[in-house]
Nanobody, 121 residues
Framework: QVQLAESGGGLVQPGGSLRLSCAAS????????MGWYRQAPGQQRELVAT???????DYTNSVLGRFTISRDNAKNTLNLQMNSLKPEDTALYYC???????????????WGQGTQVTVSS
């Protein structure tokens, strides 16, 4: 069974930085698209950034120029470098990945448990 585990969240002052990481473990044949989503209290989960297996990235407008998504295909890891953090970035951040466990298995979308990011002075 494949699992995603996030780490790196915490409390940071406005203007500060955090780096989130996500590690995929278990029986993995291939990981396709990966991404970070976030959900603030009382709001719907929203897309933050995505990255394809060949490194193409996409960001929601509110984080452009501040956040950078990256992945290491050899280690099955995903990262999100967050700079110039703002109070409105406060949310529970989730890792997402489309995973195949074998060559004949179809893709399965997986979610991590989430890591809390709080931006406050």
């Amino acid at each position: 069974q494949v699992q995603l585990a996030e780490s790196g969240g915490g409390l940071v002052q406005p203007g500060g930085s955090l780096r989130l990481s996500c590690a995929a473990s278990g029986r993995i044949f291939r990981i396709g698209n990966m991404g970070w989503y976030r959900q603030a209290p009382g709001q719907q989960r929203e897309l933050v950034a995505t990255i394809t297996s060949d490194g193409r990235t996409d960001y929601t407008n509110s984080v452009l120029g501040r956040f950078t998504i990256s992945r290491d295909n050899a280690k099955n890891t995903l990262n999100l470098q967050m700079n110039s953090l703002k109070p409105e970035d406060t949310a529970l951040y989730y890792c997402n990945a489309v995973v195949r466990v074998s060559a004949w298995a179809g893709p399965t979308e997986l979610w991590g448990q989430g890591t809390q990011v709080t931006v406050s002075s």
